[in-house]
């Protein structure tokens, strides 16, 4: 997940970690003005076994369980539907210009 302003509220950071863990995807704050400087906040890890109790939490979210569903679907038919997902930017495009 990438974020250009991510709170450094603790509790907030707390619960970030704790879905980071869980899913074993990574956190990134975007440097807007220098991209390639952008901060690992926590991450990625790959995971063998899924964590379905945070999965059930989550699923209250209806964008979050279509993100799960439009995932299975890929996986389980080996094929990767990119108009569901967002569009991937090369690095100039997020250069602020200072003109």
Known sequence: MVASDISKEQ???DELSRLSTSFGIGVIQLNLE????SEIIFPAKNR???DWETINKR???TDFKELISTVK???TGK???KKEYDTIYDTDKF???ND
């Open 11 to 13: 509790e907030f950071r």
């Open 34 to 37: 220098d991209p390639d400087s």
């Open 48 to 50: 063998e076994n899924i």
């Open 59 to 61: 699923t209250m979210n």
């Open 73 to 75: 679907i890929d996986i």
């Open 79 to 81: 094929k990767i539907h």
């Open 95 to 97: 250069k602020i210009k």
